[in-house]
């Protein structure tokens, strides 16, 4: 079975610094693409970016292009979704999700969500 | 602003069929598949209808997805109460270089 395990969820102050992780367990971790969705408080889904772990090919959406950093470990299966310096606005469910068939296309399986709260 | 415009709510009685649209542009709906989502309140999304009309192993046949140059739907038929959830489409954007969602439709069982 197909499972993404994310890491619990965080509370920071503006300013730090977070890395949050997505395991993948059931299937060749390195062959398929990990997507990251946004989800702020009372609102709808947003596409983040995605890598393919294999050779660590990532793609951003515009709107998060250099506000965080997507990477992968290929060795641990697990992929990260990064912030240099957190702002009250990141506060928000992120998903990790997997693409079976392309960057393109859809994603069939989905992590819990972490929740990161940012708060002075 | 979403890429891609849904109506922000839809309701039906059991039993009932609701359709739920998703309206986009050439460089996205217009040129590529469209894919469904079911959020549950406070779950994950999960994938209900890939390939704009194909459904993973699970989905029950009274939902189905169809689409027709810049738009696309989705149906959900002999509606129950469980059906009560949020539900986004979502697609490519040639574009964007990404995936685009769309704002998500609260269907709501009378």
């Known amino acids: 079975e197909v499972q993404l395990v994310q890491s619990g969820a965080e509370v920071r102050k503006p300013g730090e610094s977070l890395k949050i992780s997505c395991k993948g367990f059931?299937?060749?971790?390195?062959?398929?693409?990990i997507g990251w969705v946004r989800q702020m408080p009372g609102k709808g889904l947003e596409w983040m970016g995605i890598?393919?772990?294999?050779?660590?090919?990532?793609r951003y959406s515009p709107s998060f292009q250099g506000q965080v950093t997507i990477s992968a470990d290929k060795s641990i299966s697990t992929a990260y979704l990064q912030w240099s310096s957190l702002k009250a606005s990141d506060t928000a469910m992120y998903y990790c999700?997997?693409?079976?068939?392309?960057?393109?296309?859809?994603?069939?399986?989905w992590g819990q969500g972490t929740l990161v709260t940012v708060s002075s | 602003q979403s890429v891609l415009t849904q109506p922000p709510s839809a309701s039906g009685t059991p039993g009932q069929r609701v359709t739920i649209s998703c309206s986009g542009r050439?460089?996205?709906?217009?040129?590529?598949?469209v894919n469904w989502y079911q959020q549950l309140p406070g779950t994950a999304p999960r994938l209900l209808i890939y390939?704009?009309?194909q459904r993973p192993s699970g989905v029950p046949d009274r939902i189905s997805g169809s689409k027709s140059g810049t738009s696309a739907s989705l149906a959900i038929s002999g509606l129950q109460s469980e059906d009560e959830a949020d539900y986004y489409c979502a697609a490519w954007d040639d574009s964007l270089n990404g995936q685009v969602f769309g704002g998500g439709t609260k269907l709501t069982v009378l």
């Open positions: 390939n704009s009309n």
């Open positions: 890598i393919y772990p294999g050779d660590s090919d990532t």
């Open positions: 050439s460089s996205n709906i217009g040129s590529n598949t």
């Open positions: 059931g299937y060749s971790f390195i062959s398929h693409w």
């Open positions: 999700a997997r693409a079976p068939s392309g960057l393109a296309n859809w994603f069939d399986s």
